[in-house]
């Protein structure tokens, strides 16, 4: 009897034993559970957080990004302008070249025909009845006048009656300064009182080549220097008036 409850105690002992290793078993299973899920626990929030700063790197990178965008943009905007302006400052600075060119253009004009005028000639002459060389008895209507240069000249006189031009002899005494040029217009005959000419047409030329004093001068202005046209380099017109005396000198 005393074996059969010892050996009833020694199983309930074991029992108890097996179950509280089993227990014991179980709570460290639930505890490596627990630690397992919490390793997991913190694992997932590593990886959250991870996340949140590769998401914050993301949003600054991207906020750099935009910076760096909007820095291109504006330098863009500032190339643009730059660019503008130096487009202006060379349409400006051709305007300026321009209307300096023009100045300069127009002032030189200026100075031509300034010169142009300086060198005509200035005609202030005198009528007169000259005696003929060849023929002394014989009076000449006679244009006298002195210029401080020589010219080449074409005089021409225009009939009172309108018909026509006839031209006429000019003759040339002086110095290499000064020359005194006659114009022959018309015999004058004892009883003539007017001239059948109303107009003395006198053309002016420089002198393009050494001829007898006539030292050659030329004239910069642009108008035509050979005698190719009808016009004169410069033109005089001389209105015919008979000297006063023309009763007075009559042939004998
Ligand atoms: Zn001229």
Known sequence: MTNALAIIAIV??????????????SESRSAIAA???AVTSREAADHAREAVEQSKRSAESGERNAIAAEESVKHADRSAKAAESATEIARVSADASHVSAKAAADLLRVELDREHNLLAPKVGGQWSLEPRSTSPHVKVLTYTFSLDRPYVILATAAAVNGNGQTVCSV???????????????????????????RKLILR???????????RPWTCRCGVQLDQGDHAGHWDVDVDVVPPESRRVVVMR
């Open 12 to 25: 309930v002992s074991v029992v108890a034993l097996v179950g509280t290793w089993w227990q014991a078993r």
């Open 35 to 37: 630690e397992d899920s």
């Open 171 to 197: 003759s040339s005494t002086g110095s290499s300064t000064t020359s005194t040029y006659r114009v022959h217009v018309e015999d004058w005959a004892r009883d003539r009182e007017a001239s059948g000419y």
């Open 204 to 214: 002016f030329w420089p002198p393009l080549a050494e001829e007898g004093r006539a």
